[in-house]
Structure formats: C-alpha cells, structure tokens
C-alpha cells in the first residue's frame, strides 16, 4: 500500500500535467503562427 499509492498518484499527477502542457503548447504555436501570418499578410500590402 504504501509503496505503490505515490506512484500512481504521481503517475495520473504527471498525466494531467503533460496533457495541461501539451495543450498549452499548442495554443502558444497556435497563436504564434497566427501573429506571424498576419504580420505577413499586413506586409505584403
């Protein structure tokens, strides 16, 4: 009990965590490309 109950917390802790990171990561590229893309748009007219 006491040997197994921290890993499998820490297993779905780190879980959550990289899907909560992964998320952001890809609203941050997200956001980025667009910035870029609008930048490059607005300087070619």
């Given at each position: 009990?006491?040997?197994?109950?921290?890993?499998?917390?820490?297993?779905?802790?780190?879980?959550?965590?990289?899907?909560?990171?992964?998320?952001?990561?890809?609203?941050?590229?997200?956001?980025?490309?667009?910035?870029?893309?609008?930048?490059?748009?607005?300087?070619?007219r």
């Open positions: 009990m006491d040997g197994i109950s921290p890993d499998i917390v820490g297993f779905c802790y780190n879980k959550t965590n990289l899907e909560v990171y992964n998320k952001s990561y890809v609203l941050i590229w997200t956001v980025f490309a667009f910035k870029m893309y609008l930048s490059y748009y607005v300087g070619l």
